[in-house]
């Protein structure tokens, strides 16, 4: 089979086809030169201009600012949530965590083994389904960093701001929403996301750093978890994941080519609404998990009256080619990712398959 399927998975996820075609194009041979990107040496002349290109294309399409390094590191997001505290957070010290789903809570109980953690919010009690607003949020005075997760991509739930840390370094997980809007990053000290939702692939995660922040780098760190030297070295103090740089590279090349993330934004806001629509106007067969304010633009996620129905949806859904709407097993439900380069006519294809499916069950 070579036809394309419309796939709703939460990560990884789908990839613009265009980009598939180029990196399948150049899989025998890159630019001629009878090898694969993935057989050639980091250090050659022909890894070389990918990874400039990648830190380019991501510093162009964010407007990252001088003043800030961005980093391809391994071992996921979730690397993250441990490399932050053994970074910044010394014993003794405090940081500020927001919680609002389950990633966060993950970064949380990581932190916890450095430092003291005080979670100054959290919407766990209510099942994660809203942001703070500004006024809810009090900092600590002697915070070392605030963390927050713009997007909890397990719920569905969206900041649709940048958090203002007034004064305080803001560090953000931004894994399932990067790239699908433009943000302010002069607002933040930190920002890290796993690749495999809107950047690439899986097994490369960006991170992007300001220069103030690598100067509190504790001396004699482990090398591989020192951003510093990560830095230093141009995310090449060991070999990097040469292949997701690649695609990263291709990726960045597309979006600028489709208008950058201005018009991701207007796209993934077109797409989102088509789908939230359809779950308001379902007369409450289908029930949206998240307040209205919080919605992600990127994760939609909505119940059916039963488990049963639920199961069914899904099974049938695949089988008209709509795939990966299972929610996540720790909440259950239908959850439908919509990144950057799910297309419209996917979605709606769901909202008509959704339709059929309440007039037939409802
Ligand atoms: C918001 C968020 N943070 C962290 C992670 C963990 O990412 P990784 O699997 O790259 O460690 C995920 C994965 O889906 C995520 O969605």
Not at 158 to 183: H, T, W, Y
């Amino acid at each position: 089979m070579t036809e394309r399927i419309y796939n709703f998975s939460a990560g990884p996820a789908v990839l613009p086809v265009e980009v598939l075609e180029q990196a399948s194009g150049e899989m025998l041979s890159l630019n001629g030169i009878g090898m694969s990107v993935m057989e050639v040496s980091h250090r050659s002349k022909h890894f070389e201009p990918i990874l400039e290109n990648a830190t380019s294309g991501i510093r162009e399409l964010l407007q990252v600012p001088d003043n800030y390094k961005i980093l391809f590191l391994q071992g996921g997001a979730s690397l993250q949530f441990s490399m932050i505290p053994m970074n910044f957070l010394g014993a003794g010290e405090s940081a500020d965590y927001v919680v609002t789903g389950t990633w966060g809570k993950k970064a949380v109980k990581e932190a916890k083994r450095c430092g003291n953690v005080n979670t100054i919010f959290s919407t766990a009690d209510s099942g994660f389904k809203s942001v703070p607003t500004p006024d809810e949020l009090a900092f600590s005075e002697n915070a070392e960093y605030v963390h927050y997760t713009s997007n909890e991509t397990i719920e569905g739930v969206e900041f649709k701001r940048d958090l203002d840390g007034k004064g305080l370094p803001i560090v953000c997980d931004a894994s399932s929403n990067i790239l699908s809007k433009p943000i302010d990053v002069e607002k933040y000290a930190l920002i890290y996301a796993g690749a495999q939702k809107n950047i690439g692939p899986s097994g490369v995660t960006l991170v992007i750093i300001r220069d103030d922040l690598i100067e509190r780098v504790p001396e004699n760190q482990h090398s591989m978890l020192d951003y510093r030297l990560l830095a230093e070295n141009n995310s090449m103090l060991n070999t990097p994941n040469t292949w997701g740089i690649y695609i990263i590279n291709l990726v960045c090349e597309h979006i600028k080519k489709h208008g950058g993330l201005a018009v991701m934004e207007r796209k993934n806001e077109e797409k989102a609404k088509i789908l939230y629509d359809a779950i308001d106007r379902s007369d409450g067969f289908y029930r949206g998990h998240v307040e209205p304010a919080a919605r992600s633009l990127m994760n939609v996620t909505y119940r059916l009256p039963s488990e049963e129905l639920e199961k069914q949806f899904t099974s049938e859904a695949t089988e008209q080619g709509l795939d990966g709407l299972k929610g996540h097993r720790s909440v259950g439900g239908i959850r439908a990712s919509i990144y950057n380069a799910f297309p419209k006519e996917g979605v709606e294809a769901l909202v008509e398959f959704m339709r059929d499916f309440a007039n037939k069950n409802g």
